[in-house]
């Protein structure tokens, strides 16, 4: 029960997809969400058990503001540009505003949108892309959504003038760009009527779309008036819900389909010791973003400072992509050990141990946090995702101290 004190925008929730805002006393907008339904997630927000973060903001609320969309679709995007455009404290306190998710459209001769996490965005040149979007808080909700819109508004990824059609071709997802059928003007307009979309501007392509609908039925275009009708269809019906992969509490922006790093040390005796990062993007292995350390200032067999210095070197590569969330092959004491590292550094991404056991069977998680529960939940969802990148890891690591100590032996 939302407390009474709480005044809410007309009274009442509605049991409709859309975005809430919450603002403290001063009236300034502190969080801002989405929902399938407004009157059931932020109702939620008041029953059940509540970890330090949530309660806290909570205890800020004084008043709360929606606004219903007319789908899930409608309301990732808006929650985007409300985010944009407020900077609110307890979704930016989730995570550094850079690692959040963009939206961002080429300039090529067959435009298309491309995701760059905001830390790679701010390295470009801010006439690089026609337009961008963002930030999105969910990589999973941010695909889905795109999915549903390239089956409205086609689009390609392709590179133009290739020999073969490519797959999307033949299951109708690409217009064409591959082999050179596409309509040059026709795709211009899909790319010109996703930016709308993405400015919050779906009913003024609703609008244009019934208009050229009604130009072609007047025609006797029977064709063309189809596909408009088709088009004014799936933007009013948008149901598909797995935009709202999980709708998150503030502190639940853990974003285990972004990029996962996972850390090990191999060693025998402290000769010739390795340490490995494998890299995971939308839960699958991306093996050319792998990359091992040779362990140059740690003698002996110590994986502490083995790690410390692995981790050390990692957070100078500003060229490498950063992660959403890192994994170490360990326990609390090489936690410990790291998270300064992390700290200098400026990154404040979720960061977790896997603590082995006797014969690797016991796959502990241990938050850097030991009060983050929430993070040690999330992670347990998703375990065995986890163990995977943990194994990786490892796997990767022996492979490669291996290599090196059979090299030694035979110089």
Known sequence: MIPKEITIQNKYLPDKPGVYLYRDKTT?????????????????????????????LLTHIASIEYIVCGSVLEALVQEANLIRRWQPKYNILARDDKSFLYVAFTRAEFPHPVLLRGYDLARESKH??????????????????????????????????QKRACFD??????????IGTADKAEYRENIANLIKFFKGESAAIIKDAKKKMAAAAKAEDYEAAAQYRNRIYNLTHVRDMSI????????????????????DISNIGGEHAVGSMVVFEDGLPKKSAYRIFHIKEVEGANDVASLSEVLSRRVRHDEWKRP??????????????VMPIFEKAGWNMPVFGMA????RKNDEVIPADPGD???????????????????????????????????????
């Open 28 to 56: 300034k907008v502190i969080y801002v969400g989405k929902a399938t339904s407004l009157k059931r997630r932020v109702s939620s927000y008041w029953t059940g058990a509540k970890d330090a973060k949530t309660t806290e």
């Open 128 to 161: 690089k892309y026609l337009a961008t979007f963002g930030p999105f808080i969910q990589t999973a909700a941010l695909k889905a959504a795109l999915e549903i819109l390239r089956r409205i508004f086609p689009f390609s990824y392709c590179e133009p003038n």
């Open 169 to 178: 071709f033949h299951i109708g997802k690409c217009p064409g760009v591959c």
């Open 244 to 263: 709202l992969t999980r709708e998150a509490a503030p502190q639940e922006f853990v974003d285990v389909f972004g990029r996962i790093e996972g850390y």
């Open 324 to 337: 959403d969330i890192i994994l170490i092959d360990g326990g609390r004491g090489q936690l410990n050990a």
């Open 356 to 359: 082995k056991g006797p014969d």
């Open 373 to 411: 529960w929430e993070l040690k939940r999330i992670i347990e969802s998703q375990k065995q995702l986890f163990v995977r990148v943990r194994d990786e890891a490892h796997r990767f690591a022996i492979s490669k101290y291996r290599a090196r100590h059979r090299k030694a032996l035979v110089e």
